[in-house]
T-cell receptor, first 116, second 114 residues
Framework: AQSVTQPDIHITVSEGASLELRCNYSYGATPYLFWYVQSPGQGLQLLLKYFSGDTLVQGIKGFEAEFKRSQSSFNLRKPSVHWSDAAEYFCAVGAYSGAGSYQLTFGKGTKLSVIP | DAGVIQSPRHEVTEMGQEVTLRCKPISGHDYLFWYRQTMMRGLELLIYFNNNVPIDDSGMPEDRFSAKMPNASFSTLKIQPSEPRDSAVYFC????????????FGPGTRLLVL
């Protein structure tokens, strides 16, 4: 079964600073990889996804993520953080089981605080 | 597109009562997922349906939980009887085969069992 680790529970950055949120996964093959964002009291919004091809993927709101197979990582980055980016960010791994069922496994999330 | 719709948005009930959560997936989506989010356990998949048929319910915590999908536009998650440890945010998500594996989430139902 797949698993996802987000090593940072909480990160604080200053507005305008760059951001990198870490995500490591465990899966035997190349999984489907996602980053979602959750604002307080809201549902999860998809930021970006990686299925195959170019390992650097662009998402909404100026975010990007890079898939590194050798490191089993899919880190999320943004060059300049805005106060509105304060939220919780979830990395997720999707994979099919041998029986054909599909499961999306989430990391525990990283809460981002932004200092004005 | 209206997105995934969930109701109620908030529910407060007393232990032992029956709770029913509702979900309307995005029109045309043939996969529907129910998740539970808690501080301790994060986001957990409870059950998912394909074409209204339950495919994997291995995440359903116990017999007190049941889910149905009587048609393509409606699903319910029922807890009977409810317990304080069921307090969580319950999310519904949907997708379709041509959306690949991307799931679209509803706003969630925040459940508090006293």
């Amino acid at each position: 079964a797949q698993s996802v680790t987000q090593p940072d529970i909480h990160i604080t950055v200053s507005e305008g600073a760059s951001l990198e949120l870490r995500c490591n996964y465990s899966y035997g093959a190349t999984p489907y990889l996602f980053w979602y964002v959750q604002s307080p009291g809201q549902g999860l919004q998809l930021l970006l996804k990686y299925f195959s091809g170019d390992t650097l993927v662009q998402g909404i709101k100026g975010f990007e993520a890079e898939f590194k197979r050798s490191q089993s990582s899919f880190n999320l980055r943004k060059p300049s953080v805005h106060w509105s980016d304060a939220a919780e960010y979830f990395c997720a791994v999707g994979a099919y089981s041998g029986a054909g069922s599909y499961q999306l496994t989430f990391g525990k999330g990283t809460k981002l605080s932004v200092i004005p | 597109d209206a997105g995934v719709i969930q109701s109620p948005r908030h529910e407060v009930t007393e232990m032992g009562q029956e709770v029913t959560l509702r979900c309307k997936p995005i029109s045309g989506h043939d996969y529907l997922f129910w998740y539970r989010q808690t501080m301790m356990r994060g986001l957990e998949l409870l059950i998912y349906f394909n074409n209204n048929v339950p495919i994997d319910d291995s995440g359903m915590p116990e017999d007190r939980f049941s889910a149905k999908m009587p048609n393509a536009s409606f699903s319910t998650l029922k807890i009977q009887p409810s317990e304080p440890r069921d307090s969580a945010v319950y999310f519904c998500a949907s997708t379709s085969r041509d959306r690949g594996e991307t799931q679209y989430f509803g706003p969630g139902t925040r459940l508090l069992v006293l």
